[in-house]
């Protein structure tokens, strides 16, 4: 088992800067990608950025290329989400995600964290 806890949500203004974090343990050996998905209520699960454990190969869902950036720690074993120029729409709760492939769809990911919620004022 693989268990992943996050942190670093909180209240932000638009226009503002947040950096989440998520550490792995556990059998971190069976992962090869790990990433962050995002939902509000009322609203499917939204993929947000993942990248792989090794060869650097990183993804953005549409939202938030170009604000967002995933970067990792091999030896941490752990993955960062910074999100500048944030917009009220950007709140929600962001789930750290671990898996084997580098998909954009949280059905691929076997493991997630708690949790983390981020909320953006205007």
């Known amino acids: 088992q693989v268990q992943l806890v996050e942190s670093g949500g909180r209240l932000v203004q638009a226009g503002g800067s947040l950096r989440l974090s998520c550490a792995a343990s556990?059998?971190?050996?069976?992962?090869?990608?790990m990433g962050w998905f995002r939902q509000s209520p009322g609203k499917e699960r939204e993929f947000v950025a993942a990248?792989?454990?090794?060869?650097?190969?990183?993804r953005y869902g549409d939202s938030v290329t170009g604000r967002f950036t995933v970067y990792r720690d091999n030896v941490k074993k752990a993955v960062y989400l910074q999100m500048n120029s944030l917009e009220p729409e950007d709140t929600a709760v962001y789930y750290c995600?671990?898996?084997?492939?580098?998909?954009?769809?949280?059905?691929?990911?076997?493991?997630w964290g708690q949790g983390t919620q981020v909320t953006v004022s205007s």
């Open positions: 995600a671990a898996g084997t492939v580098l998909f954009t769809t949280p059905d691929y990911y076997a493991y």
């Open positions: 556990g059998r971190t050996f069976s992962i090869l990608v």
């Open positions: 990248t792989g454990w090794s060869g650097g190969e990183s």
